[in-house]
């Protein structure tokens, strides 16, 4: 079964770029019906959707995130990649990858990663 | 913009009893893109239920989702310790595309 870990530094300097990597073990990250997502949730929060990114680098991501922010898909590696640049304290959060997806028309999130904390600070 | 409110914010009951978690959305969701997870203290949220009302796999039947349209109710019927978590609905196609409800914390009585 398709198993998600994150990995990156945790604590990354105002106004610098935050870069995490998820990789994919247990299955390919080519194979179709995934949308491989980050997720973050804020200490003490609720969960906020960053992105996601289909294995043919179509990327769609949110919003509020989407002028800071890049995707990116290494089929090679089984791995996907974040990069969140003029980072602030207010992007401190746990990073969670996940593997999103419209599977039997229905769409979810599963499995997840166990999450990685990422501290803004100097 | 798609907003998911969760209700009540805070549930305290005893192991045993009955719990009712609503999730209400700002806009109409496809009962096919409505979801619930949960998640427990330093933990990644776990998928309970998909397509509104289908559970995932190894989830034990005492977790039920229902509803459609704007209203959706996950529902777990008669309490074990283990089931007192935090959970959350999501959807996905409105936007901003996916969203999650803020929460409902289920607390021992």
């Known amino acids: 079964q398709v198993q998600l870990r994150e990995s990156g530094p945790g604590l990354v300097l105002p106004s610098q770029t935050l870069s995490l990597t998820c990789t994919v073990s247990g299955g390919s990250i080519s194979s179709g019906g995934y949308f491989w997502s980050w997720i973050r949730q804020h200490p003490g929060k609720g969960l906020e959707w960053i992105g996601y990114?289909?294995?043919?680098?179509?990327?769609s991501y949110n919003p509020s995130l989407k002028s800071r922010l890049t995707i990116s898909v290494d089929t090679s590696k089984n791995q996907f990649s974040l990069k969140l640049t003029s980072v602030t304290a207010a992007d401190t959060a746990v990073y969670f990858c996940?593997?999103?997806?419209?599977?039997?028309?229905?769409?979810?999130?599963?499995?997840w990663g166990q999450g990685t904390l990422v501290t803004v600070s100097s | 913009e798609i907003v998911l409110t969760q209700s009540p914010g805070t549930l305290s009951l005893s192991p045993g009893e009955r719990a009712t978690l609503s999730c209400r959305a700002s806009?109409?969701?496809?009962?096919?893109?409505l979801a619930w997870y949960q998640q427990k203290p330093g933990q990644a949220p776990r998928l309970l239920i998909y397509g509104a009302s289908s559970r995932a796999t190894g989830i034990p039947d005492r977790f039920s989702g229902s509803g459609s349209g704007t209203d959706f109710t996950l529902t777990i019927s008669r309490l074990e310790p283990e089931d007192f978590a935090v959970y959350y609905c999501q959807q996905y196609g409105n936007s901003p595309l996916i969203t999650f409800g803020q929460g409902t914390r289920l607390d021992i009585k």
């Open positions: 996940a593997a999103g997806g419209i599977r039997g028309l229905m769409f979810r999130f599963d499995p």
């Open positions: 806009q109409s969701v496809s009962s096919f893109y």
């Open positions: 990114i289909y294995y043919s680098g179509s990327a």
